[in-house]
């Protein structure tokens, strides 16, 4: 059995993953890259600094759970950028790309490059079953800490071909969460730790959904939120976040479904992994007909799981020839 290796260095998780040559994930590995207490972020030279200190632990972890894979390997994937458009770059991505690259020579063996994007799009087609018919285009919903877009998405070569239908004006809805989160007490990133201590409650949302010439603002509602903040009562805070959230992108999806014809929708992305918002988004989009496809959690999160997926099937269509 041979076995194809991906990179995914993105802002905030260092990753990597394995796949055999049939097209199944077949191990992985990844770790949170740490950011102090009470802030947002990190910037771009601490977070490219932290990749390049745990690449070598996370590589050996994988290989742990996996052994069989030592010697074995006969392609190497990464996403060496944020999305596949002019101009798209953040220097995260030079960690895994350097890792990659240098792997792939001293093997032998080629390295194909892909997007952080395409790598969240495979992995969530990956679970649930590849559920749109080979070769036909469909809408999927890029859904993270820096990317809240709505993709026309059709497959091309080994990957994948993006046309963006709408986006946020302003804020993304993984920063909107976390900024609501860290002023609630949580740990960045913090959605996960958000999602645990909502409550569910039968508070009245402070302000209403709506769309801008289709696309989605969030400023006025990190506004709201900040304001609820104050009042210290964050499990309900937590689930009304949630739940608006929820109404925002069923109405947004929607809109754009209704318009493109397509009526199905494929999430991908860290923020798509909460519950809260795939339960109610997907029964909100069930009334008006709409098909909602939600990986597993494992999945939706920055992972190399699909761009060492997108990379297998590169190996089977280009062969030696890598990128």
Wanted: proline content about 4%.
């Amino acid at each position: 059995m041979s076995y194809i290796i991906g990179f995914d260095t993105s802002c905030y998780t260092t990753s990597v993953a394995i796949s055999d040559e049939n097209g199944k994930v077949q191990a992985s590995s990844c770790r949170l890259l740490a950011t102090p207490k009470g802030e947002r972020g990190l910037r771009q030279e601490t977070a490219l600094f932290s990749h390049i200190k745990a690449l070598p632990n996370v590589i050996e972890e994988l290989f742990l759970q996996i052994p069989q894979a030592r010697g074995n390997i006969c392609a190497v994937g990464v996403s060496a950028v944020p999305r596949r458009q002019e101009g798209s770059y953040l220097p995260v991505f030079e960690a895994g790309h350097t890792a990659a690259h240098s792997l792939a020579s001293s093997l032998g063996v080629p390295c194909y490059n892909t997007t952080h994007q395409e790598g969240h799009i495979e992995a969530a087609l990956y679970s649930c079953g590849y559920p749109i018919a080979q070769g036909e285009g469909f809408i999927s919903l890029h859904l993270s800490g820096g990317t809240t877009e709505l993709l026309l998405t059709e497959p091309q070569g080994a990957g994948y071909k993006t046309k963006i239908l709408s986006a946020t004006t302003d804020l993304n809805i993984g920063q909107f969460v976390d900024r609501i989160g860290v002023k609630l007490g949580c740990s960045f990133p913090a959605g996960k730790e958000l999602s645990a201590m909502a409550v569910p409650c039968d508070d009245t949302l402070p302000l209403g959904v709506k769309l801008y010439n289709g696309d989605i603002s969030l400023s006025g509602a990190e506004r709201a939120f900040g304001d609820l903040c104050l009042t210290g009562n964050a499990p309900h805070i937590s689930y009304m976040l949630f739940m608006y959230l929820s109404r925002l992108l069923a109405k947004w999806i929607g809109f754009h479904c209704e318009k493109t014809g397509i009526k199905s929708c494929v999430f991908a992305g860290g923020v798509s992994s909460n519950n809260i918002i795939r339960e109610n988004t997907s029964l909100l989009l069930k009334k008006v007909g709409v098909e909602t496809h939600f990986a597993d959690p494992q999945y939706c999160t920055d992972n190399a799981m699909g761009v060492s997926l997108i990379a297998a099937r590169a190996y089977k269509l280009f062969g030696q020839n890598g990128d």
